[in-house]
């Protein structure tokens, strides 16, 4: 589901893909960042999931709930909401899943080698037009008029 079960805050939550240290103390919203602790509770005791996958917040963060329900909040996979993004690549089976989360690049590398990639091929194409340039007079020179 997109939006998270009901929690205080990413306070628990580490790894790269978590909030910044500066923003994990910061309190959610019930019905606004994450589900209401009442649908929340309705929703582990009708369905009892084994496995719960959400986002929203656009950071990872793992939380056990009633301490036998998993949930793993998947952070944004857009370069728009942080640097770093990432999506889990999961294989589910009638009686166990495995979860391998994959990160992008960060947005600072892939420009990073856009502007060296740029730059050599610049560099090349300026090589080869001096290079070109000089033949192509040394060419022009060896050549003797006649009258």
Not at 4 to 31: N, Y
Not at 32 to 43: C, G, I, M, N, P
Not at 71 to 93: C, D, G, K, T, Y
């Amino acid at each position: 589901m997109h939006y998270p079960l009901f929690r205080e805050s990413d306070a628990g939550c580490t790894g790269e893909d978590a909030a910044p240290p500066e923003e994990r103390h910061l309190l959610f919203r019930e019905k606004y960042d994450v589900l209401s602790k009442e649908a929340s509770q309705r929703l582990l005791q009708w369905f009892k999931p084994r496995l719960i996958l959400s986002g929203h917040t656009h950071s990872g963060c793992e939380v056990l709930h009633d301490n036998k329900y998993p949930e793993i909040s998947v952070p944004s996979f857009s370069w728009r909401n942080r640097n770093n993004p990432s999506f889990i690549l999961a294989s589910v089976s009638p009686r166990s899943y495995t979860l391998s989360k994959c990160f992008l690049p960060e947005e600072s590398t892939v420009i990073s080698v856009y502007c060296s990639a740029g730059a050599f091929l610049l560099l090349l194409f300026l090589t080869h037009c001096l290079c070109m340039k000089g033949l192509c007079s040394l060419c022009l020179l060896g050549k003797h008029k006649s009258l």
